[in-house]
């Protein structure tokens, strides 16, 4: 996949699944981006706070419902609501010049606002479709 003028972003997946397991996988992508999305709006909510930040690592773990290689390998039939990501869950370690409180409230605020995690949220209409 290539974004701009930035290197491609490779994707692949894990032999079981058909692939080399020389990349991340594509679900492993999405949640790198969420993960992205929600680091840069902790910095910047904590800069608009006026919050110093020495430590931010954000830990992304995820169950995703996969039908059997993509219901390539004769899986039965699942609906929508039964593939993808199951449960998201997202860890913040923040240190910074401010209180555990006021902290929570910046990690809490970027979430809010994250538009990656908004997308996840929030049903989305979606086409696809050959070109």
């Known amino acids: 996949s290539t974004v701009g003028n930035h290197a491609p972003v490779v994707v692949d997946e894990p032999l079981h699944l058909f692939g080399e397991d020389t990349a991340p996988a594509p679900g492993e992508i999405v949640l790198s981006g969420l993960g992205g999305c929600l680091a840069v709006g902790i910095t910047a909510v904590a800069t608009w706070k006026g919050v110093k930040l020495s430590k931010l690592e954000v830990f992304m773990e995820g169950d995703i419902g996969n039908p059997a290689a993509w ?61």
């Open 71 to 131: 219901g390539a390998g004769g899986a039965l039939e699942k609906l929508p609501a039964e593939m993808g990501f199951q449960a998201i869950r997202v860890k913040v370690v923040v240190e910074g010049d401010a209180s555990r409180e006021v902290l929570d409230e910046i990690v809490k605020h970027a979430n809010f606002y994250s538009p990656v995690a908004n997308s996840m949220r929030n049903p989305i209409p979606m086409t696809v479709e050959m070109a």
